[in-house]
Nanobody
Framework: QVQLVESGGGSVQAGGSLRLSCVAS????????MTWFRQTPEKGREGVAG???????SYGDAVKGRFTISKDNAKNTLYLQMNSLKPEDTAMYYC???????????????????WGKGTLVTISS
């Protein structure tokens, strides 16, 4: 069973930066579709950024130009660099993986096969 472990969350002021990491227990980062989601009680679950099997990157509209997704295949690690953070970025952030790119795209959370337990990001104004 693949395990995903997120880290890097914390509390920062608006305008600041954080880098999230997601380490996989197996060598899947290079071959699976990998996505960052976030969730709040108000907005529910939202796709943030994803890299599909072919390396195509997608960003949610709310984070375009501010967040960057990347991966280190040798370290089995997925990253999310978050800059110019806003209070509305406050959420629990989850890493997820799918054996193949979902037909509806990397933000189809129903198609994810593995999930991490999340890391909390809190942005103060």
């Amino acid at each position: 069973q693949v395990q995903l472990v997120e880290s890097g969350g914390g509390s920062v002021q608006a305008g600041g930066s954080l880098r999230l990491s997601c380490v996989a227990s197996e060598n899947i980062v290079s071959i699976y579709s990998m996505t960052w989601f976030r969730q709040t009680p108000e907005k529910g679950r939202e796709g943030v950024a994803g890299i599909d099997e072919d390396g195509v990157i997608s960003y949610g509209d709310a984070v375009k130009g501010r967040f960057t997704i990347s991966k280190d295949n040798a370290k089995n690690t997925l990253y999310l660099q978050m800059n110019s953070l806003k209070p509305e970025d406050t959420a629990m952030y989850y890493c997820a993986a799918a054996h193949r790119t979902p037909d509806l795209g990397v933000f189809d959370y129903y198609a994810m096969d593995y999930w991490g337990k999340g890391t909390l990001v809190t942005i103060s104004s």
